[in-house]
């Protein structure tokens, strides 16, 4: 019973090692411009995904001014 256990939490903890090793990095949002209409924002945003620059964005207002987050 005692090497069964043992067996058990070297086989777990060499799986959530492998778990934590082989997992993909978050890939973090950067602002890439601050724009004062929506209509421009949007416009960059989808520029910048048409020529490979990011793949995803969004727009988010704030202070009268927009964000485009890449």
């Keep these: 019973m005692r090497k069964a256990r ?3 939490v070297s086989t777990l903890l ?5 778990t934590t ?3 993909a990095p978050a890939h973090a949002e950067s602002l890439r411009g601050v724009y ?4 421009e924002c ?3 945003g989808q520029y910048g995904y048409s020529q490979g620059w990011w793949g995803f964005w969004h727009c988010e207002a704030q202070y009268s ?5 890449a």
């Design 6 to 8: 043992a067996l058990l």
């Design 14 to 18: 060499v799986g959530g090692a492998l």
């Design 21 to 23: 090793f082989t997992a």
């Design 36 to 39: 004062y209409d929506y209509s």
């Design 42 to 44: 949007q416009r960059i």
């Design 65 to 69: 001014y927009y964000f485009l987050y």
